[in-house]
Nanobody
Framework: QVHLVESGGGLVQPGGSLRLSCVASGNILRIFKMAWYRQTPEAQRELVAMIDSDESTNYADFVKGRFTISRDDAQKTVFLQMNDLQPEDTAVYYC???????????????WGQGTQVTVSS
């Protein structure tokens, strides 16, 4: 079994910052892509940022210059540093990892349970 646990969400004022973390545990052989998605009740889940195993990154246009994704493979952790947060960033943020488990050939997609980020004055 593989488990992803997010932390770092909360309430912040406009212009503030938060840092999300997501740690993977279980019978993990290797982690390929890591990413953060977000979802509001009114919209589908959307990609925020992705980082590949070579540390190349991809960001949604609405977060470029404000958010930074990074990873620590030794700790099986992905981070999302969020600066200059705005009310429209309010959402549940989910981490995603593409993981090859021990004894399983094909990588599988794994998701965290989500962490709420609320930006409000």
């Amino acid at each position: 079994q593989v488990h992803l646990v997010e932390s770092g969400g909360g309430l912040v004022q406009p212009g503030g910052s938060l840092r999300l973390s997501c740690v993977a545990s279980g019978n993990i052989l290797r982690i390929f892509k890591m990413a953060w998605y977000r979802q509001t009740p009114e919209a589908q889940r959307e990609l925020v940022a992705m980082i590949d195993s070579d540390e190349s990154t991809n960001y949604a246009d609405f977060v470029k210059g404000r958010f930074t994704i990074s990873r620590d493979d030794a700790q099986k952790t992905v981070f999302l540093q969020m600066n200059d947060l705005q009310p429209e960033d309010t959402a549940v943020y989910y981490c995603y990892m593409q993981i090859r488990r021990i004894g399983v050939f094909d990588p599988r997609n794994h998701w965290g349970q989500g962490t709420q980020v609320t930006v409000s004055s």
